[in-house]
């Protein structure tokens, strides 16, 4: 079934309260710093080249990516459980929902013996209210994909690749909560890469 959103973006939720371009982009900017804390160490990870690609900066790289897909897969379940989700946005979750946890496991398998599990995860009432529910669907996603764009020079062409399977579809999900949240899907035609820093803040909150 065709995403409805994807064709009502320039009529739907742009008067919504949390749901301007404005508020979304410092909200995404605030939550990623305890993430490279805890997944990526002291080191900061910029959207810049490293001094040399490894398969130990692959790693680094990696486990903040199976971070992020940890927290997004566990967003929509919780989404999903409460239970407070209709139409559009309750098909939303449902499906990139499961696309996450295929995310999840596929880093896992990728990592192998280094994949770390995953901890507590908080959203308050971000899956429970509809509208707090589409705003944060759209910071995550954009952030995930911002953070990959960031990272992908750090990579081997091995890791690069990996993580290019996933960078297209955390693209597509981007564009649907935005369809979604009544904003342009694609709002530029270059992204503009962040650091695992930026990223961390911006995910800090949703950390137990």
């Not at 009529?11 to 949390?18: D, I, L, N, Q, V």
């Not at 690069?160 to 035609?189: D, M, N």
Request: glycine letters at 10%.
């Amino acid at each position: 079934m065709r995403p409805r959103g994807l064709g009502q973006h320039t009529r739907r939720g742009k008067a919504s309260a949390g749901l301007t371009r404005g508020g979304l982009l410092a909200r995404s900017l605030t939550v990623v710093g305890a993430l490279a804390g805890r997944a990526v160490g002291a080191a900061e990870l910029g959207a810049t080249t490293a001094p040399q690609p490894s398969p130990a900066r692959d790693r680094q790289i990696l486990s903040f990516g199976l971070r992020i897909e940890r927290l997004q897969a566990a967003f929509y379940a919780e989404a999903l459980r409460a239970g407070r989700l209709s139409g559009e946005s309750h098909q939303f979750a449902q499906v990139v929902g499961r696309e996450e946890q295929a995310h999840v496991r596929y880093l896992a398998a990728a990592l192998g013996s280094s994949a770390h599990d995953g901890s507590g995860f908080r959203f308050g009432d971000a899956t429970t209210d509809p509208v707090k529910f589409i705003a944060t669907a759209v910071s995550l996603e954009e952030t995930g994909l911002a953070v990959y764009n960031g990272q992908g020079v750090n990579l081997t062409p091995a890791a690069l690749a990996t993580a290019a399977r996933l960078v297209s579809v955390e693209a597509r999900h981007a564009a649907w909560a935005r369809a979604l949240a009544g904003e342009l899907p694609a709002p530029v035609a270059v992204d503009v890469p962040i650091t695992v820093a930026q990223a961390s803040r911006v995910l800090a909150p949703f950390l137990a």
